[in-house]
Nanobody, 127 residues
């Protein structure tokens, strides 16, 4: 079965960086139809799709993280990453790795709709 295991969360001060990792099994991140991403849930707020990546490695981001976050993957190791720079208190949330969403015009926008989900990892950014 599909399994996604996140790691790399923690507590940092504003302006700091973290790299989240997602070890994937039962799903090939290199598949032409692959659509994987990161979704976050902040306290008291709606679930928000942060970034998506297709099988070719093309990425898309929500406006609030553009220029600060980078989604990437290692096809050989079947691992998904999220590099988070210039972190802000508003980024505080539980971050989930997710797999299998709809490709739109060949790109993985993802949003918050995926078939498979990881357990989540907490990211806390203090001012």
């Amino acid at each position: 079965q599909v399994r996604l295991v996140e790691s790399g969360g923690g507590s940092v001060q504003a302006g700091g960086s973290l790299r989240l990792s997602c070890v994937v099994s039962g799903y090939a991140v290199s598949n032409p139809k692959s659509c994987m991403g990161w979704v976050r849930r902040a306290p008291g707020k709606e679930r928000e799709g942060v970034a998506g990546i297709n099988g070719e490695g093309a990425s898309r981001y929500v406006d609030s993280v553009k220029g600060r976050f980078t989604i990437s993957k290692d096809n050989a190791k079947n691992i998904l990453y999220l590099q988070m720079n210039s972190l802000e208190p508003a980024d505080t949330a539980i971050y989930y790795c997710a797999a299998e969403s709809t490709l739109w015009d060949g790109y993985c926008y993802g949003g918050d709709e995926y078939r498979y989900w990881g357990q989540g990892t907490q990211v806390t950014v203090s001012s």
